[in-house]
């Protein structure tokens, strides 16, 4: 089919999980990192701007150090991703530049990608890389990184990189060859999804849990992942990365299972506030707020029904309807506190409240951005008119 043909695509963003890399027992796989590059450069020398997200850090510092065999400390983590790091990169270094191609090494953490700043900053970095013809390798920065700081898995951080540098397709390799009903493992009547235009409730549902001790994601971080990618217009692959040249396999014509990404797709400034992981807050709205928004209109306090979560005026939060699913992300316009006491109020009794003069919109129709879970808007619309009615 016409969406494995890799090569028309103009920027792709390759991930690759811990358990292709690294084995356990004896370190990093060359053989199948060698013929992973083959693949890399083949479509670089026909035309595709290539970046990789290259989890194996920790994985392969652990082996370096003989700490295989046992739970890791948080400080005995970062420093195997400290070792990790360094024999990675000059992995990569040399494999990609068997073929003449540059690489370089770009660390992140979580707030790189959700402070806007920080976020810019790094997306002129791996701008400049690709520009004079260099391969970014991505990974997150694990020697600094703790639970609270961290994406915890690389196929939302490759998610968030696909969309920030505007990539036309991702494609997640891991030891899986696609979407099924059910995790196969466990389920032999499982089916293989081949094609999945939109991702619905129902297919969240197919989701299992991570597989392997070394990868921490599982089908559930690839579905997060999707739906950052599709959201902001970037075509999703996830497919087996076991063989060797797993991407030939795949334009090849091996089992995969691709995801359109949106018709109507968020661009720019949106992609970025659609894309964050970590609201800050969460914001329940009734029926008519629900409508209003699809309509393309901002939120207001009189549909608000209840503020929950610490944050500060410019902060992302989840906006979640009468029946509990997000419907919309956006940059709030008042502190927690402010929030709570003006939830359900109209628009003249909003500076009483407060003691001030302040903006009508909890939540301004050009710093908000619909979530694609929203799949029936007239039933939205119908609850709203029947909540007038009462």
Known sequence: ????????????????????????????????????ADDVAALAAGGSEMLIVSSGAVALGRTVLGLE??????????????????????????????????????LVTLGDTEERRRYLNARATISTLLKLGAVPVINENDTVATSEIRYGDNDRLAARVATMMGADLLVLLSDVDGLYTAPPARDPTARF?????????????????????????????????????????????????????PLSAVAAGARATVF??????????????????????????????????????????????????????????SITGPDGREVARGLVAYDAPDAVRIAGLKTAEIAEALGYEARAAMVHRDDLVLSRLIDRPARYAADARQDAED
Not at 9 to 29: E, M, N, Q
């Open 1 to 36: 089919m016409r969406d494995l043909a890799l090569g028309a695509y103009r920027r792709i963003t390759i991930k690759i999980g811990s358990a292709l890399l690294v084995d356990p027992a004896h370190g990093l796989r060359r053989d199948w990192l060698a013929a992973l």
């Open 193 to 245: 999804i081949p094609l999945v235009e939109r991702i619905t409730p129902e297919i969240e549902a197919m989701a299992g849990d991570a597989g392997t001790t070394l990868a921490r994601g599982g089908m559930r971080t690839k579905l997060d992942a999707g739906k950052i990618a599709t959201t902001a217009g970037t075509a999703m692959i996830i497919a087996s990365g076991t063989r060797l040249n």
């Open 260 to 317: 359109r990404p949106s018709a109507d797709p968020v661009r720019g400034y949106k992609s970025w506030i659609a894309g964050q992981l970590e609201p800050s807050g969460r914001i329940a709205v009734d029926a008519g707020a629900v409508a209003a928004l699809i309509a393309g209109k901002s939120l207001l306090p009189a549909g608000v029904r209840q503020v929950t979560g610490h944050f500060a005026r410019g902060d992302t939060v």
């Open 69 to 106: 065999r046992r739970t890791l400390r948080l400080e005995e983590s970062q420093a195997a991703a400290a070792v990790g790091q360094i024999a990675l990169a000059g992995a990569w270094a040399a494999e990609l530049g068997r073929h003449g191609l540059t690489s370089g090494q770009v």
